[in-house]
Structures are given as structure tokens and as C-alpha cells.
């Protein structure tokens, strides 16, 4: 029986829009003993979600992943300012915006989003190891940590959740990104002044968006990283085609999709494909 190594990871959730929470993480699912055949395999890539384009919605969910019988969830998006305050649920949860004691959503395959602390700032999402933070005193939540995956040989952390960020007025800096690719929230400036944009979590990641102060101009919460599918199999068993990188591990061969794809495993032996020896004595 054949077995191989898949780390499937979703898109992010996008950030919410002023005094907002962060994106929530792409769902993070790894199965280190996957059975495997020589057949064609369809491939999902999970775009991230988009950043809030209002006060009055979350930032949207990352699309899904799926590799086999393997899915992960999108990630949850930021709540926002005006209604949809809560963050919203997914692989991890987005985290809360505007008012004292707003939930954050719950993550499925990773942590929760932050809980606000504080009327006025926003929390972060949750990553795939830790969940975000909530805003307490004048000081905006930070994304929650992602988690470290060595299938292509070096150590990557992947799925970090994004960062609140506060109202305008504030000059408060947003809260920042989870290790893994989370964006940092947005800062409120002065009056308007000096405001800055939430930062996009960063593509094939599964990174949270950061949420956007939202006033006077940047409305719209940064946008979820996209997701990654990575295959490793055993090298002596198989050759394959697709994927957009490849290489080698020890004794296994991986394949990394950046986008949607297909992966066609054929078993090593049919490729060598040697005739029987024989010998004839006279």
C-alpha cells in the first residue's frame, strides 16, 4: 500500500471595515499517511476571501481547498463597524469588530478569532495554532499564529491570522498579522491623517486578511492570502505530472499547486517498463 504526505491549506478570510477585526486563517489540514494509487487527482486551490467592501458586511470566507477526500475550510472574514460586528466562522475564526464583548468565530480546523475588549478597536483573526487576541485598553488585537510544515524539506509556517485595526482619530497602529502570513491591520492616522490600509494576507498561505480602519478613505478590509495543496510521495514508487513546483525531499519527490490543478501519479513501474530477460543456452 502506498502512502503519501498531503498539507492542504484554504484561502484566508478577508479583513472587516473600520474599528475591524482580521481575516480568520485558511483551514489546515495535514495527513502525514494518505493512500494513494496511480490515478489522476483533481486539485482545489482556494482563493482568499475579499476584505469588507463596507461597514455594514464581514470581510468574506476564503474559498476552499481539496485534494481527494481531503478539504479544508476557508477562513472566517473580520467582523465590521456597523452591523455584522461578529467575526465570521470558518477553518479559523475571523476576528471581532466594533463593541466591548463581540465574539469572534470559531475555527473548525484552526483557532478562534479574538473577542473585542475594547468599543473602539478591532481583534484578530485566529490562526492555525493560536487564536487571535482581543483589543483591550487602546491597543488592537494581532493575529493568531500559524503552524509549521516541513514537506518540502525546509520548515514553513503557513495560515497566520490577520490583525485589527481601529477608527480613525486613534493613530493607533493595527494589530499585527500572525506568523504565517498574516496581514497586519490598518492604522487610523489623525483625523484622517496618516491613515494607513490594512495589509493583504500573503498569497499561498492561507493568511488572514488585516481589517482596514475604513475612514475617511480606505474602506475596504485587506483581502485573505490564497491557499496551497503539497504532495509528497515516496520517489521509488511513482513519477507524476502537474503541480507548479517540484523537487526533492530524502526519498520522497513533492509537488507543490499554487492553483488549481491535476495531479496524474503513475507507478514507477510501468514507466520502467522492462521486458522479461531470458536466457537460452545452446
Not at 51 to 77: E, K, L, P, Y
Request: charged fraction near 5%; glycine fraction near 32%; hydrophobic fraction near 25%.
Amino acid at each position: 500500500m502506498a502512502t503519501a504526505k498531503i498539507l492542504c491549506i484554504s484561502g484566508g478570510g478577508g479583513g472587516g471595515s473600520q474599528q475591524s477585526g482580521g481575516g480568520g486563517a485558511g483551514g489546515y489540514q495535514y495527513d502525514a499517511s494518505f493512500v494513494v494509487t496511480a490515478q489522476a487527482y483533481s486539485v482545489t486551490v482556494g482563493a482568499g476571501g475579499a476584505g469588507a467592501a463596507s461597514t455594514t458586511v464581514r470581510g468574506s470566507n476564503g474559498a476552499n481547498s481539496v485534494f481527494s477526500t481531503i478539504t479544508a475550510t476557508g477562513g472566517g472574514g473580520g467582523g465590521s463597524r456597523t452591523t455584522q460586528q461578529t467575526g465570521a466562522d470558518g477553518g479559523s475564526g475571523g476576528g471581532a469588530g466594533f463593541g466591548t464583548a463581540t465574539a469572534g468565530g470559531t475555527g473548525s480546523q484552526g483557532s478562534n478569532g479574538g473577542t473585542n475588549g475594547a468599543q473602539d478597536f478591532g481583534s484578530g483573526g485566529g490562526g492555525a495554532t493560536s487564536a487571535g487576541t482581543g483589543s483591550a485598553g487602546s491597543a488592537n488585537g494581532v493575529g493568531g499564529n500559524g503552524t509549521a510544515n516541513s514537506i518540502t524539506g525546509s520548515s514553513v509556517t503557513r495560515a497566520g491570522g490577520g490583525g485589527g485595526s481601529s477608527y480613525t482619530n486613534s493613530n493607533v497602529n493595527g494589530g499585527a498579522g500572525g506568523t504565517g502570513g498574516g496581514g497586519a491591520g490598518g492604522n487610523g492616522g489623525t483625523g484622517g491623517s496618516g491613515e494607513t490600509a490594512g495589509t493583504a494576507g500573503t498569497a499561498n498561505t492561507g493568511g488572514g486578511g488585516g481589517g482596514s480602519p475604513g475612514f475617511p478613505s480606505t474602506v475596504a478590509g485587506a483581502d485573505g492570502g490564497s491557499g496551497i495543496v503539497i504532495v509528497a510521495y515516496t520517489t521509488a514508487e511513482f513519477t507524476h505530472t502537474g503541480g507548479n513546483s517540484t523537487g526533492t525531499n530524502g526519498s520522497e519527490t513533492w509537488v507543490s499547486f499554487t492553483a488549481s490543478g491535476t495531479l496524474t501519479l503513475t507507478a514507477a513501474s510501468a514507466v520502467l517498463n522492462i521486458p522479461d530477460a531470458r536466457v537460452f543456452f545452446m
